[in-house]
């Protein structure tokens, strides 16, 4: 094992196993190869594992010499990642490894994201695993598929066997946060049957453009616009001014992630170039400085085409309908935590190809305001005479009052950086909270390095942060006797 482009970064076993995870694919729903990896390792190290048939992997290390009896303890993260990248970049992330590098301060991939959500927690995992110099209880190293997809892999995984009662998940992106409680969601999509027919006329491409887009749970409350709703409102300003039909929609590549860029193509049955100049440019105006986007483009462009298999108008106003009436962004501000959100949903992806379908991230702290929500999506898509599905519906983690492993890390923290961490609940999703349904009286509490602009192409790792984050840790285990 030796790290080749992250060769000489401390801590070096950390970036040495993060490099060679980087090297295979691992996307979500592409994790047989690096669930074989991990198999191939924990065999490698002489020590008991499960693979199960969802390519989930427990992984089992007995306790060193004077932590035979200990408690175990369970170290927890998860081994997709999420899969964005650049427009001119040609990398293939369903068959390439990452072309990561450092600038001496981070870690970061060229081109596309990095994965450090959640690929250093399995890189800390493995140290710990390989390492023979730490002192600690008996661990059992759960490590998940499918989280970013709606934490799949945390609930159909079977935990049963594990004796461990506290659990340290390795997946959140501030160092010296300590996450204690988080939302619950679930994916929800509606569906709408879009028949075509051949229509003639001039074509035009709206594209929307240029926005920052982020995580769906952690940055929902930042003022960012979200592309498929701009896209609905610029289109549902057109029709008011000329009749088209629909060839083409497509914005968003994964329901967590706000989309950045969306783009629609129709088929003019009015033509009157110098008006949907105006639009573009007024509403360009209005997102810029309603939203914090500065660098926005929202523009019309001629399509060389003189027409194509598109929606009728009806169908195209019932879509335009549909997208401007479907809500999106923060719905409720909790009343208990300062600044936290309580409820939100995501469109993050919208295409049009045979059906029309709308992908909505949903989440909420208050499991009855997220049931409201999801029966609203589904109430919608009744009206629009669409179809409704949901999937990877998981529980809201909630807040201990009374926490052994809390109360460890934050004397740990404190002893060893002079300063006491800072205790939250999040908006986004976690998987400790299918682990607290599964585990009665579980005790859990996330933690994680320094990271920036996760599921973007901007992703990076604070190298620094991750030695101190990997020195806590080490000590956490280490007064767990």
């Known amino acids: 094992m030796k790290a080749q482009k992250l060769a000489g970064l401390k801590p070096e076993s950390v970036f040495a196993y993060f490099e060679q995870l980087c090297a295979i694919p691992h996307g979500s729903g592409n994790t047989k190869a690096i669930s074989d990896y991990l198999a191939a390792f924990a065999r490698a190290q002489g020590l008991r594992y ?67 959500d959640d690929g250093i927690a399995v890189a800390f995992a493995m140290a710990l695993l390989a390492d023979t110099s730490a002192s600690h209880p008996p661990l059992e190293v759960i490590i998940t598929v499918d989280e970013e997809i709606g934490l799949l892999g945390a609930n159909s995984i079977d935990v049963s066997m594990l004796k461990g009662r506290m ?18 969601g679930a994916t929800a999509t509606i569906e709408l049957p879009t028949p075509r027919h051949a229509v003639y006329g001039p074509c035009i491409r709206l594209v929307v453009e240029g926005l920052q887009g982020g995580h ?9 616009a979200n592309a498929n709703k701009i896209m609905g409102e610029l289109l549902n300003r057109v029709r008011k001014v000329m009749p088209f039909c629909l060839t083409s929609f497509g914005g968003g590549a994964k329901d967590n992630a706000i989309p950045r860029s969306c783009q629609a193509t129709m088929v003019m049955l009015g033509m009157n170039p110098e008006r949907i100049n105006e639009i573009t440019d007024a509403l360009q105006m209005e997102v810029r400085t309603q939203y914090d986007e500065p660098e926005a483009v929202v523009r019309g462009e ?16 019932k879509v335009i309908a549909l997208l401007c009436s479907v809500p999106n962004g923060v719905q409720t501000m909790s009343r208990d935590i300062p600044g936290l959100v309580q409820t939100s949903l995501n469109l993050g992806i919208a295409k049009l190809s045979e059906n029309l379908e709308l992908t909505f991230s949903v989440r909420s702290s208050v499991n009855a305001e997220k049931q409201d929500l999801l029966a609203k999506l589904q109430e919608l898509a009744k009206f629009y005479d669409g179809q409704y599905r949901q999937m990877g519906e998981y ?30 609940a999040i908006h986004a999703g976690l998987e400790c909270g299918l682990f ?7 005790d859990s509490v996330s933690i994680g390095p320094e990271m920036h602009d996760i599921h973007t192409s901007r992703e990076r790792l604070g190298i620094a942060s991750t030695q101190r984050t990997w020195e806590f840790l080490l000590e956490v285990l280490h007064r767990l006797k």
């Open 216 to 224: 769906s749970g952690v940055e929902i409350h930042k003022n960012r």
């Open 167 to 184: 659990l340290i998940n390795i997946d959140s992106e501030e160092e010296g946060v300590f996450t204690v409680a988080c939302a619950g």
């Open 302 to 317: 001629n399509v060389d085409a003189l027409g194509g298999n598109a929606l009728s108008t009806e169908l195209t106003d």
């Open 436 to 442: 607290s349904e599964k585990l009665s009286g579980l």
């Open 50 to 116: 499960i693979q199960d048939a969802d390519n989930n992997i427990i992984i089992f290390k007995d306790g060193t010499p004077g932590y035979e009896n200990s408690a175990p303890v369970i170290l927890q993260g998860h081994m997709d990642m999420v899969c964005e990248k650049d427009e001119n970049c040609t990398l293939n992330m369903e068959t390439d490894g990452l072309d990561i590098a450092h600038d001496g301060q981070y870690v970061f991939a060229k081109g596309t994201t990095l994965g450090a």
């Open 395 to 424: 529980p809201a983690w909630e807040y201990r009052p009374e926490s052994q492993l809390r109360d460890t890390m934050v004397a740990a923290y404190t002893d060893m950086f002079t300063r006491q961490p800072e205790v939250v």
